[in-house]
């Protein structure tokens, strides 16, 4: 069995009381542990039946279990396949449809950390219960963990609790390892990157004696001893951290694999990041009187990326951060769900929350990481600029993380057309992401923009303002789309110059721009808006009216328009969106 990690009380005592069952010992029930006998697996007369990988009432019954230990003080764990006497009889439950059962049982709110032992000729499963951020309600009922056993409580009795215990960070709190064990190969790589950075304050801090480096970063106590974070940062581990595989292609064989224990994070980071940057080609781009040169994907993001998957990850599960580099994409895996109410869908704007706050402070400290909170919007910004994606953020199950960088060549034309419409193009996340989506879409409105750059619906109307407001070589960049009615929401598309010179062959048009046929464009405006006419289809693909009919009766052949009015004529006259 692999060692906790220092400073984990759950895991110390699962692991005591794991080697005590090898041992053929039943330690007493403690609130940190617990061990339960699978249900059903007992005729009347106590026969001990086989036992299935999926059993519905052992997840239902388990659920409140967890629900009991999620509600406690760092969370528990259980220990299934363990009789009240202290039988192992083992069970046969597949780890992976119990993880997903009890995840969905749950609500989707408690993300446990399953692992398979064998005791003996048994195996068992240890469920490690991580403290919940929220109250846990199961069956209408609210329990948590009293010494040995579960109690009913009050949701405002867990709230005035938590309050006591307001501020606590697995990452802040004392390991119990000496200052001693610290690596001096990761001492010199946090004064190289301190020293790489230039900064007044970091070189200060670099200069710095060893312990009063740590002290300075916070990863020691008063008393001597680090911190959670210290022990992550500069201690050697049992088993690696980061685990990275370079592919030239999906499905290849791999040209590299970094998977080493022994080493303390910051040493696997930087063995890492050097191989990353060496997979990671310079393509070069003429920028008019001189050649610019630029990695596949933007060393940045992928240093972001990889940096996100350590700093807001599940540090109790052991599993690594798996980091796979396969042609120009990079994808990093972590432990853990999101954290603190994030989501896919507010990532970008979403108040600063880590997992494991002094270990973000610590990284920035040493400029390895970007302040809390701007690292996802460097991300961004890095890949747009380019002409890449946007970075992809998926949560499975709840129980890791997937960032996606999908990257390929810079591409030219649209640097240069951000280059030519001036800085705020490309130095506002915002006004650069609604000039992406109205290059990709044709138009954009508040509405479309609210969800795309995740803001409120007025900044969203501030990011349209600012799109009227930018000019390319003294032409809008953008228009208001002509034939909205008067006193509905603004409408913008492309102006005909910042578009002609967007797709100009000779400039290197994107290779991401095919703007839609007339017909594809009209259905989405109209789904969107609820009506469409002539004069806005124009308007948005630069026609002419006269010409846009076609387009509009074809679809209402189709059944997604109908005429506002029966004689289809008159002004004002226009279709209405009807699915």
Same mark, same amino acid.
């Given at each position: 069995?692999?060692?906790?990690?220092?400073?984990?009380?759950?895991?110390?005592?699962?692991?005591?009381? /794991?080697?005590?069952?090898?041992?053929?010992?039943?330690?007493?029930?403690?609130?940190?542990?617990?061990?339960?006998?699978?249900?059903?697996?007992?005729?009347?007369?106590?026969?001990?039946?086989?036992?299935?990988?999926?059993?519905?009432?052992? #997840?239902?019954?388990?659920?409140?279990?967890?629900?009991?230990?999620?509600?406690?003080?760092?969370?528990?764990?259980?220990?299934?396949?363990? +009789?009240?006497?202290?039988?192992?009889?083992?069970?046969?439950?597949?780890? &992976?449809?119990?993880?997903?059962?009890?995840?969905? !049982?749950?609500?989707?709110?408690?993300?446990?950390?399953?692992?398979?032992?064998?005791?003996? *000729?048994?195996?068992?499963?240890?469920?490690?219960?991580?403290?919940?951020?929220?109250?846990?309600?199961?069956?209408?009922?609210?329990?948590?963990?009293?010494?040995?056993?579960?109690?009913?409580?009050?949701?405002?009795?867990?709230?005035?609790?938590?309050?006591? @215990?307001?501020?606590?960070?697995?990452?802040?709190?004392?390991?119990?390892?000496? #200052?001693?064990?610290?690596?001096?190969?990761?001492?010199?790589?946090?004064?190289?990157?301190?020293?790489?950075?230039?900064?007044?304050? +970091?070189?200060?801090?670099?200069?710095?004696?060893?312990?009063?480096?740590?002290?300075?970063?916070?990863?020691?106590?008063?008393?001597?001893?680090? @911190?959670?974070?210290?022990?992550?940062?500069?201690?050697?581990?049992?088993?690696?951290?980061?685990?990275?595989?370079?592919?030239?292609?999906? %499905?290849?064989?791999?040209?590299?694999?970094?998977?080493?224990?022994?080493?303390? /994070?910051?040493?696997?980071?930087?063995?890492?990041?050097?191989?990353?940057?060496?997979?990671?080609?310079?393509?070069?781009?003429?920028?008019?009187?001189?050649?610019?040169?630029?990695?596949?994907?933007?060393?940045?993001?992928?240093?972001? #990326?990889?940096?996100?998957?350590?700093?807001?990850?599940?540090?109790?599960?052991?599993?690594?951060?798996?980091?796979?580099?396969?042609?120009?994409?990079?994808?990093?895996?972590?432990?853990? %769900?999101?954290?603190?109410?994030?989501?896919?869908?507010?990532?970008?704007?979403?108040?600063?929350?880590?997992?494991?706050?002094?270990?973000?402070?610590?990284?920035?400290?040493?400029?390895? #990481?970007? @302040?809390?909170?701007?690292?996802?919007?460097?991300?961004?910004?890095?890949?747009? @600029?380019?002409?890449?994606?946007?970075?992809?953020?998926?949560?499975? *199950?709840?129980?890791?993380? !997937?960032?996606?960088?999908?990257?390929? $060549?810079? *591409?030219?034309?649209?640097?240069?057309?951000?280059?030519?419409? %001036?800085?705020?193009?490309?130095? *506002?996340?915002?006004?650069?992401?609604?000039?992406?989506?109205?290059?990709?879409?044709?138009? =954009?409105?508040?509405?479309?923009?609210?969800?795309?750059?995740?803001?409120?619906?007025?900044?969203?109307?501030?990011?349209?303002?600012?799109?009227?407001?930018?000019? /390319?070589?003294?032409?809008?960049?953008?228009?208001?789309?002509?034939?909205?009615?008067?006193?509905?929401? =603004?409408?913008?598309?492309?102006?005909?110059?910042?578009?002609?010179?967007?797709? $100009?062959?000779?400039?290197?048009?994107?290779?991401?721009?095919?703007?839609?046929?007339?017909?594809?464009?009209?259905?989405?405006?109209?789904?969107?808006?609820?009506?469409?006419? =002539?004069?806005? !289809?124009?308007?948005?693909? %630069?026609?002419?009216?006269?010409?846009?009919?076609?387009?509009?009766?074809?679809? &209402?052949?189709?059944?997604?328009?109908?005429?506002?009015?029966?004689?289809?004529?008159?002004?004002?006259?226009?279709?209405?969106?009807?699915?």
């Amino acid at each position: 069995m692999t060692m906790p990690t220092p400073g984990d009380p759950v895991g110390h005592a699962l692991h005591d009381a /794991l080697q005590t069952l090898l041992d053929g010992r039943l330690l007493p029930e403690r609130a940190a542990v617990d061990y339960k006998e699978e249900p059903g697996r007992r005729t009347k007369n106590g026969r001990i039946l086989d036992g299935d990988t999926e059993n519905e009432e052992a #997840a239902r019954f388990l659920a409140a279990e967890v629900a009991c230990m999620a509600n406690s003080d760092d969370g528990g764990a259980i220990i299934l396949g363990v +009789a009240d006497d202290g039988q192992v009889i083992g069970t046969q439950l597949s780890r &992976e449809w119990l993880h997903l059962r009890l995840y969905q !049982l749950l609500g989707r709110k408690v993300n446990c950390i399953i692992t398979e032992h064998q005791i003996h *000729d048994a195996r068992v499963l240890a469920i490690r219960v991580p403290e919940s951020a929220e109250p846990i309600v199961y069956k209408n009922k609210f329990t948590w963990r009293i010494k040995d056993h579960c109690e009913p409580a009050t949701i405002t009795d867990w709230y005035r609790h938590k309050q006591i @215990r307001a501020g606590k960070d697995w990452s802040a709190l004392p390991s119990g390892v000496s #200052a001693a064990q610290v690596r001096s190969a990761a001492l010199e790589l946090a004064r190289k990157y301190l020293f790489e950075s230039g900064d007044e304050r +970091a070189l200060d801090l670099a200069h710095a004696p060893d312990l009063d480096l740590l002290r300075r970063l916070n990863v020691m106590t008063a008393e001597g001893d680090l @911190r959670n974070a210290g022990v992550v940062l500069f201690v050697a581990r049992d088993v690696p951290a980061l685990d990275y595989v370079r592919r030239p292609f999906f %499905g290849a064989d791999s040209e590299e694999r970094i998977n080493e224990p022994g080493k303390s /994070l910051l040493e696997e980071l930087d063995t890492v990041f050097t191989t990353a940057r060496a997979y990671n080609p310079e393509k070069h781009v003429d920028r008019g009187l001189q050649i610019a040169r630029y990695r596949s994907l933007p060393q940045i993001a992928v240093r972001e #990326a990889i940096v996100n998957g350590v700093i807001h990850r599940e540090w109790l599960d052991p599993a690594p951060t798996f980091i796979e580099h396969v042609g120009d994409t990079l994808r990093v895996t972590s432990p853990g %769900g999101f954290f603190g109410g994030v989501t896919p869908e507010n990532i970008i704007n979403h108040p600063p929350h880590s997992r494991n706050p002094l270990l973000s402070e610590a990284l920035a400290k040493l400029r390895i #990481a970007e @302040r809390q909170g701007i690292g996802v919007d460097r991300m961004y910004g890095e890949m747009l @600029r380019l002409g890449h994606r946007a970075p992809e953020f998926t949560e499975h *199950d709840g129980a890791s993380v !997937l960032v996606v960088l999908a990257g390929e $060549n810079p *591409d030219e034309g649209w640097m240069r057309w951000l280059s030519d419409i %001036g800085e705020k193009a490309s130095g *506002d996340l915002r006004i650069l992401m609604a000039l992406r989506r109205i290059a990709t879409l044709g138009w =954009t409105d508040a509405d479309d923009l609210e969800p795309y750059l995740q803001v409120t619906h007025s900044e969203a109307e501030q990011v349209i303002d600012a799109l009227l407001s930018l000019d /390319l070589k003294g032409k809008p960049v953008v228009q208001e789309v002509q034939g909205v009615p008067v006193g509905s929401p =603004t409408v913008v598309s492309l102006g005909a110059d910042a578009y002609s010179a967007l797709v $100009n062959p000779s400039a290197g048009a994107p290779a991401w721009i095919r703007r839609a046929e007339p017909a594809a464009i009209a259905k989405r405006y109209a789904e969107h808006r609820g009506r469409i006419s =002539t004069t806005e !289809l124009a308007s948005i693909v %630069g026609g002419y009216s006269s010409n846009m009919g076609v387009y509009l009766t074809a679809l &209402e052949d189709d059944g997604v328009l109908k005429p506002s009015r029966p004689s289809r004529r008159g002004p004002g006259f226009h279709y209405v969106y009807c699915g």
